[in-house]
Structure formats: C-alpha cells, structure tokens
C-alpha cells in the first residue's frame, strides 16, 4: 500500500509537471504570435516640394524660410530685367516668394495687369500648368504682414489679395505687382503686404508700363517672366 500510495503521488507530480510546461510553452507562443502578426504602419514619406497646403501654411513656410534665406531675386522680361530685394521682415511672405521661385512657378506666368501710373501686376496666366500649379497647393493664402516702414513707394512690391469677402486681408500666395507710380501708392498701405522693392530695373518697369492693354488692363502681347535666385 505505501509503494502504492508514493506511486501515485510520483503520477501527480508528474502531470502537474507537465501541465506547468504546456502552460508556459503556451504563454510564449502567444508572445510570439503577437510579434508576428502585429505590424508598424510604414511611414508616409512625402517630398517637402510637395508638402506645403492650405493647413500647414505657416509651419511650413516658416522651417523653408529658415533653410532657404536668400532676399534678391531677378524678373527677366523681354522689356529688360528687374532685381527685387525682399524684406526679411516679412518672413512668411519672404519665404513664399522664394519657394514659387524655387519650383519654378512663375516661368510660366505673364504680368497679366498693366494699370498705368499705378502698378504693375504679375503672377498668373492661362498656361494649364499655372493652374495644375495653383491647384497642387489648395490656392492657399498668407496672413498680412504689415509693417510701418514697409510702405507702398515707387518700386515696392507687394502681394495682391481678393477685396470681397476678405476681411482679414489674406495675400494671395501667387499674384504680386510692383509700385508705378512715382509719387507712390500709400493708400494701399495696411491693406496689401509690401515685402519687398525693386532696386533696379527701373528703366524696364517704366517699359512695360508702356505696353497696349485691353479693357481689362491684360497687355494686349503677352509680357512673360521668368525668375531666378540670386542670393
């Protein structure tokens, strides 16, 4: 009976044994099968050309200012050239100028606004490429940066902006003219943002100021740019 009883007892042991090693082998296996099966979302990597919109305007322009800060740029026309410096205390607007430069935005645009002894006004066209252009960035817009001694000289330039239905006075990112009229157009001062001026060329705005225009004020001949970076 004693050989018996230490016979079973020997069977229990046995099988809890084995009972605890299926359970742990159990628990591991599951581990196992969660690593396995659970996967990391890959990472959307989108190019920082392509990034900026109507949501991020800001944020982004404000990191491409900081990595991009070049102030002078140069308008070629058939007219003759225009060197513009651009304030950099109008940073977003700065920054904005110089990234449609950058990705080539305004080759393909005219100056599509000719209102003699006032302004000269640029950034648009018919070309679909404009408009896929446009489009790609959701038509955003920027905050007004006025500033007191940023004002609307002969030569200054600044951003163009919707009249209606814009009570905060947001520039448009794409359309901008330049200041004709020698005695200045300071009654535009605290409604568009000046970011910039024309500090030669002057000889070539006076050309373009010259140009046949329609009803409209659109050059009846197309005058067309391109832009490039100096530094």
């Known amino acids: 009976m004693k050989t018996f009883c230490k016979f079973l007892l020997f069977i229990t042991l046995i099988t809890l044994y084995q009972c605890k090693e299926e359970k742990k082998t159990t628990i591991i296996k599951k581990k196992k099968l969660d690593t396995e099966t659970s996967s990391v979302p890959e990472k959307k990597i989108v190019k920082a ?29 058939d007219f003759g050239n225009i060197k513009l410096r651009l304030y950099k205390d109008t940073p977003i607007h700065r920054a904005n100028f110089i990234f ?8 393909t645009t005219v100056f599509y606004r000719v209102a003699k002894n006032f302004v000269i006004q640029g950034g648009n066209s018919d070309e679909m490429y404009t408009q896929k252009e446009r489009n790609k960035y959701g038509n955003y817009l920027l905050k007004p940066e006025f500033r007191k001694n940023r004002r609307h000289k002969y030569g200054a330039l600044a951003a163009a902006r919707e009249w209606k239905r814009n009570p905060n006075k947001l520039s448009s990112p794409f359309e901008f003219y330049m200041v004709q009229k020698k005695s200045g157009a300071y009654h535009l001062d605290n409604e ?38 100096l530094d």
């Open 192 to 229: 568009h943002t000046v970011f910039g001026e024309v500090i030669s060329g002057f000889r070539t705005l006076e050309k373009i100021s010259k140009v046949r225009v329609g009803v409209d004020e659109w050059p009846v001949d197309d005058v067309k740019m391109t832009i490039e970076i």
């Open 49 to 77: 050309w392509d990034s900026l919109n109507r949501h991020n305007t800001e944020a982004f322009l404000t990191e491409f200012g900081k990595q991009n800060p070049e102030t002078k740029v140069l308008i070629k026309t």
């Open 100 to 107: 449609l430069t950058k990705i080539k935005y305004f080759n």
